[in-house]
């Protein structure tokens, strides 16, 4: 006798207000599966696991856990069932070490935890699926990729023999993501369930042993064999139309848009900056390269006024940068997409349209005399949303209920609109699908067309390669290399990254 899934998902419906978030959707997830779950952000992928986990109750439909009928209440009652999720934002407690995060809502013995039965967890799962993490370690000492092993290994010691895993790769380097999927082959070779929520079409097909592919919150199709799909094919059924890659004409380079001459700054975020030099010409798109934490935080703090120099001169448009402050940059004609959109970029308990004018609701046409005008900004906000293609129910709709892949689109918007001189774009296309990732390069392409530049921070080296004029690499705070991109490989700029070579090539 066949054994049931370990998930079978079966008409499952959500609704935010006049939106079908999710309309009917059938999921079924076997021992063994690694389910790549594809769509364009806006799909409904991100809802239908949240009504799995229990974030989200369905407006219709039914879950079965191993040919069980269960009513997911919340994530306890998921956890309950052996359901692990692993969000694109952790939930981890930054002042308590690795065991303790584990420990946390976990009974013990006569109210004392047993920290020595944890250990011996922790070692088993080490040993079957490779994800060691140092136990007495502080959370806040953990890089990104570590807390993400974290919350993984917390799912595993919980119970999860279902696992689903969104955007996994978004914030990992080559060699961790490599660690992740050892990891998942192992899971699945012992019968562990896992749902691969992912944007990077290359990893799909790489570990997946078959996709599902929503669009607009239905079922569009399945690719039982990723691994023999072209990434054409796949972007093809995603988004119902070819994508073409971005192409960078030849264009006339002017002045000086943005340059910092042997600037350092303190460390934030990772390593501060160390006597960094920099141009950036109106016509091109000048991108940095580097494996999180070697000062590209600073690098975009820095320009964009959050950061001061403790040392030399930054100038936009050959005026001064005087003083740390965003208004400041702003006003000389810089633009910022910053790394995280969540803390520093939105306020996601507000609505799409605040949003929009955030930075400028003192400016007319939003406010005359001090007297704010609806009006305008729902107009302004109505345009933006269309131009942008922003997959919500309308303007005064609460930011935080959209994808992460629409929230990065408000950013560009915004940011977009009142076409500045220079950009600072880092990480512009984390966590967007391949449709809007194209939008986002030919949105920067035609600023470069205009004569605009744009200092584009990116650990893709893919993206790099195939917007950037020129390529600089930092390490440990320094710039260790630049490079026209004509001129630059994936090995030489990997190598660069990784300190194994130094020296400055030609502008």
């Known amino acids: 006798m066949t054994a049931p899934p370990l998930l079978d998902m ?3 419906t959500k609704v935010f207000g006049e939106a079908k978030a999710n309309d009917g959707i059938d999921l079924v997830v076997r021992p063994g599966d690694v389910l790549g779950l594809l769509g364009e952000n806006g799909a409904g992928k991100t809802t239908l696991m949240n009504v799995l986990f229990g974030t989200y109750h369905a407006d219709a439909g039914e879950i079965f856990i191993a040919g069980k009928p269960v009513r997911i209440r919340n ?8 359901i692990g999720m692993v969000h694109q934002h952790f939930h981890l407690a930054p002042r308590l070490s690795v065991l303790e995060n584990l420990l946390i809502g976990q009974k013990g013995r006569r109210l004392v935890l047993d920290r020595g039965r944890a250990l011996e967890r922790l070692d088993d799962i080490r040993r079957d699926f490779g994800l060691w993490l140092e136990p007495h370690r502080m959370v806040s000492s953990l890089s990104v990729g570590e807390q993400q092993r974290l919350e993984i290994v917390k799912a595993l010691y919980r119970g999860a023999r279902l696992l689903i895993l969104d955007e996994p790769t978004a914030v990992l380097t080559p060699a961790e993501a490599e660690g992740l999927f050892a990891a998942m082959r192992a899971m699945s070779e012992q019968g562990f369930g896992i749902v691969f929520i992912s944007h990077k079409l290359a990893e799909v097909r790489a570990v997946a042993t078959r996709c599902v592919v929503l669009r607009h919150g239905q079922v569009a199709g ?11 094919e796949i972007a093809r059924m995603m988004c119902g139309r070819d994508i073409t890659p971005p192409e960078r004409r030849a264009v006339a380079l002017h002045g000086p848009v943005l340059e910092l001459s042997r600037v350092s700054t303190r460390p934030r975020g990772g390593a501060g900056l160390d006597d960094v030099s920099l141009t950036v010409r109106g016509g091109e798109i000048l991108g940095i390269a580097g494996v999180s934490g070697n000062g590209q935080r600073a690098l975009a703090d820095l320009v964009s006024g959050m950061l001061a120099a403790t040392g030399g001169e930054i100038r936009l448009a050959g005026e001064p940068l005087r003083r ?3 208004a400041e940059a702003q006003r000389l004609g810089l633009g910022r997409i910053p790394e995280d959109r969540m803390k520093t970029g939105l306020v996601t308990g507000m609505s799409v349209a605040d949003n929009m004018i955030l930075s400028r609701l003192a400016d007319a046409p939003f406010s005359r005399r001090g007297w704010i005008s609806p009006k305008a900004i729902r107009a302004f906000a109505s345009e933006r949303i269309e131009a942008f293609d922003i997959r919500c129910p309308g303007p005064e709709a609460r930011a935080g209920m959209l994808s992460g892949g629409n929230l990065q689109k408000i950013l560009l918007a915004r940011e977009l609109a009142h076409d500045p001189i220079a950009l600072v774009a880092a990480q512009p296309t984390r966590g967007l699908d391949i449709g809007a990732t194209q939008f986002v390069h030919d949105r920067f392409l035609e600023m470069r067309d205009r004569g605009r530049g744009i200092l584009l921070i990116s650990e893709d080296l893919e993206e790099l390669m195939a917007l950037s004029d020129r390529i600089a690499v930092m390490y440990g705070g320094r710039i260790v290399g630049e490079m026209p991109t004509t001129e630059a490989t994936i090995e030489r700029v990997g190598l660069l990254m990784a ?7 030609r502008a």
């Open 324 to 326: 740390a402050a965003p």
């Open 10 to 12: 079966r008409g499952i």
């Open 222 to 232: 399945s690719i039982e064999r990723p691994g023999e799909a072209t990434n054409a």
């Open 499 to 505: 300190g194994a070579e130094t020296g400055r090539g």
């Open 75 to 82: 994530s306890a009652d998921a956890l309950s069932h052996g």
